[in-house]
């Protein structure tokens, strides 16, 4: 048997296993089972005197035991019933109390004679006090007055009359008939109060979410982001140096100024998910906004998180833990901006003129003539790929690992001029140049710095190019191998 499911009463068989077999007495309108307070367990433990029981939290009794039909105002024990639902003494006294007559109390005598004693109801009491205070008798009627030559009485007042009195203690004018004893008006009031309670409870929480719902469309309306992020551009904003630190970008100006030139296509951008990301969508075709709800991250965080990525390399998980969202939008930001960010800024790359490098042209490099880029190759590590020929491909002997390698050209003021497409690792300076097509960059009577790899001087024999790269140290002795023989030599000695 589940605890708490049937009645501890002894003698009641109610269970709430089994409705069909349920006994409800007739001053219950609707059967419970009802839980003992903890101050109230001893008491209650009393009342049901059964031997070897105790009353614990899982004790259960029902509604028949009760005089309200539950622990309610001033019968909060059970009371009624308590040896079985056929006990004639309590039915009785019960009966009476819903019939509205003279309840009894039945007592022996050692004689064996049993004697009932009437109680006074309600309106019996009432009508006792009347007796006893003479300016009430239920005879007189509202409207009749006081006769001023009465005789003087401590409780009369010449200057009061019987309307008087009904206006202020009307309650001392019910009849006897108008005065209720039922219990199920008690049950009802006390459910009406209960229904009072429930509606202005309700009440509470209706205002309390209208509230929170009239701040969410404020908070939508404009465009404030809710969610407490760890990183935010709206605190780096006010620190260039942070700026810097984060980005790589010089100032927070710098940064506003390339979210402007892509601000235009972010409202149709369709971020990528899978190979069905490549068709296009209806809204693009009608340039309105992307349907759905409000992304986590706004525009500009999503570029943080960019350009985070670029010049930090940090994880997903970390960049994920920081701007407090899942792992999978990270990736979906990434996927997205990058290639978005590599078609809508390919016009800053710029190749420029002879006359405008003349302009920019530092110092330094002043005994260059005509000098117009600087190049060089980066690499970028990669994971190694599960194919072996794959993993040939994009291996590189100079890192040791996978990569893929990239040709950039600088202008003598340090500017990008010139990004090639990406290639594997394996691929030597030589054949990025040529494949890469920076050769025809290139003027006549240009000069161009490169390292030592980039033994390119037969590319440069179509155009009158010159290239500067440091000398070759292999028949000469390096500074070291100099100390060396000093050294061997004054041991020697």
Same mark, same amino acid.
């Given at each position: 048997m589940g605890k708490g499911d049937r009645c501890a009463v002894f003698g009641c068989n109610n269970d709430r296993r089994y409705p069909e077999k349920l006994l409800i007495k007739d001053h219950v309108t609707t059967i419970k089972w009802h839980y003992c307070p903890p101050k109230s367990r001893r008491i209650w433990t009393k009342l049901l005197n059964r031997e070897g029981f105790e009353v614990t939290s899982n004790t259960r009794i029902c509604s028949n035991h009760f005089v309200l039909g539950g622990p309610h105002g001033q019968h909060p024990h059970p009371c009624l019933y308590m040896r079985g639902p056929d006990t004639s003494t309590h039915s009785l006294e019960i009966q009476e109390i819903i019939s509205g007559a003279e309840p009894t109390t039945t007592t022996t005598t050692r004689g064996g004679q049993? $004697? =009932?004693a009437k109680h006074e109801t309600r309106a019996s009491k009432v009508a006792k006090i009347s %007796?006893?205070? +003479? #300016? #009430?008798?239920?005879s007189v009627a509202a409207s009749e007055e006081m006769p001023l030559d009465s005789p003087p009485s401590p409780c009369r007042s010449s200057s009061f009359s019987c309307q008087d009195l $009904? /206006? /202020?203690?009307?309650?001392?004018?019910m009849s006897e008939s108008e005065v209720c004893t039922c219990v199920k008006c008690e049950v009802c $009031? =006390?459910?009406w109060r209960d229904l009072e309670h429930d509606r202005d409870s309700l009440r509470e929480e209706r205002d309390r979410l209208k509230e929170e719902i009239e701040k969410r469309n404020s908070e939508l309306q404009t465009g404030k982001d809710t969610v407490n992020h760890i990183y935010d551009i709206e605190n780096l904003k006010h620190s260039d140096k942070l700026i810097h630190l984060h980005t790589g970008l010089a100032s927070y100006a710098l940064f506003i100024w390339i979210f402007s030139l892509i601000k235009p296509k972010l409202p149709y951008m369709q971020y990528f998910k899978s190979s069905q990301s490549q068709s296009t969508k209806s809204y693009q075709v009608r340039r309105t906004n992307k349907p759905g709800p409000k992304r986590l991250l706004s525009y500009q965080n999503e570029l943080l998180v960019t350009l985070m990525k670029i $010049?930090?390399?940090?994880? /997903?998980?970390?960049?994920?833990?920081?701007? %407090? +969202?899942?792992i999978s939008l990270i990736s979906q930001v990434l996927s997205t901006w990058l290639p978005l960010l590599s078609l809508e800024l390919r016009c800053l790359i710029h190749w420029p003129t002879r006359n405008e490098l003349k302009l920019y042209m530092p110092s330094c490099f002043a005994k260059y003539r005509n000098m117009s880029a600087i190049i060089d190759c980066t690499e970028v590590p990669l994971q190694r790929p599960s194919l072996a020929k794959a993993n040939s491909q994009i291996y590189s002997k100079y890192k040791g690992r996978a990569t893929a390698k990239i040709l950039v050209a600088c202008t003598p003021a340090g500017t990008i001029s010139f990004v090639s497409s990406v290639a594997g690792g394996n691929? %030597?300076?030589k054949e990025m140049v040529k494949r890469s097509g920076i050769l025809d960059k290139f003027a006549p009577g240009d000069t161009i710095l490169a390292d030592r790899g980039f033994n390119i001087q037969e590319l440069l024999l179509d155009k009158p190019v010159r290239l500067e790269i440091p000398p070759f140290l292999k028949k000469k002795k390096t500074v070291f191998r100099i100390r060396k023989q000093n050294y061997q030599t004054s041991c020697q000695c």
């Open positions: 049993v $004697k =009932r %007796s006893d205070h +003479c #300016y #009430y008798t239920p $009904k /206006e /202020e203690h009307g309650y001392a004018f $009031k =006390r459910k $010049k930090l390399n940090l994880s /997903e998980q970390f960049l994920a833990h920081l701007f %407090s +969202c899942g691929m %030597s300076d």
